[in-house]
């Protein structure tokens, strides 16, 4: 649990700084947050031709005054951090892992997704409903969804017998982790 605990503090320390890297930010985080937010109003295309994407921002075409803006913290990078080093520091097949990750950042961005459109039709709708959304339920949800996204993963890992026939130490703590949560 130590070696679990080191590994997770040094990958989450050093993406997050990664990430404040200028040359990352402007070429990485800021073409990913304009990519969210195109494919977040195609999506709201479908049902409202009113919607617009320009760069980071969405707005009405017909009513501009109410857009919002995918800044730094609301593209959900900070959370696939987070699940990337809880699922690269715990030891298990490396397959295993891409398969988690691939998986997780496709579930957590999924659900930023349906968190920008809420976000900007609450916005529409009521500034102050707006805020409380976007500053309290949201960010937490964000985050439990790669607490709960990592837990699948620990639970759906495949289970590994010793040539004694017992379960080997990772699967005893899956077993101690998931069992108490889930």
């Known amino acids: 649990m130590l070696r679990f605990t080191i590994i997770f503090l040094v990958l989450v320390i050093s993406l997050f700084a990664l990430e404040l890297f200028e040359p990352i930010n402007q070429h990485v985080i800021n073409p990913f947050t304009s990519l969210l937010a195109t494919v977040s109003s195609f999506i709201m295309q479908l049902f409202d031709d009113d919607v617009l994407a320009t760069g980071v921002i969405l707005s009405s075409k017909s009513n501009s005054t109410n857009a919002v803006k ?97 379960k080997n130490t990772n699967d005893k703590v899956i077993d101690k982790v998931t069992g108490s949560i889930i």
């Open 70 to 166: 995918i800044a730094a913290g609301c593209n959900g990078v900070e959370a696939v951090i987070i699940l990337f080093s809880a699922i690269f520091a715990f030891p298990s097949q490396f397959k295993h892992k891409i398969y988690g990750f691939v998986l997780g950042f496709f579930g957590i961005q999924l659900l930023n997704i349906v968190r920008i459109i809420s976000l900007y039709y609450l916005l529409q709708w009521d500034k102050n409903w707006f805020d409380w959304f976007h500053l309290y339920l949201w960010q937490a949800l964000i985050i439990l969804d790669a607490l709960i996204i990592w837990l699948l993963w620990l639970r759906y890992l495949p289970v590994t017998q010793t040539t004694n026939g017992e």
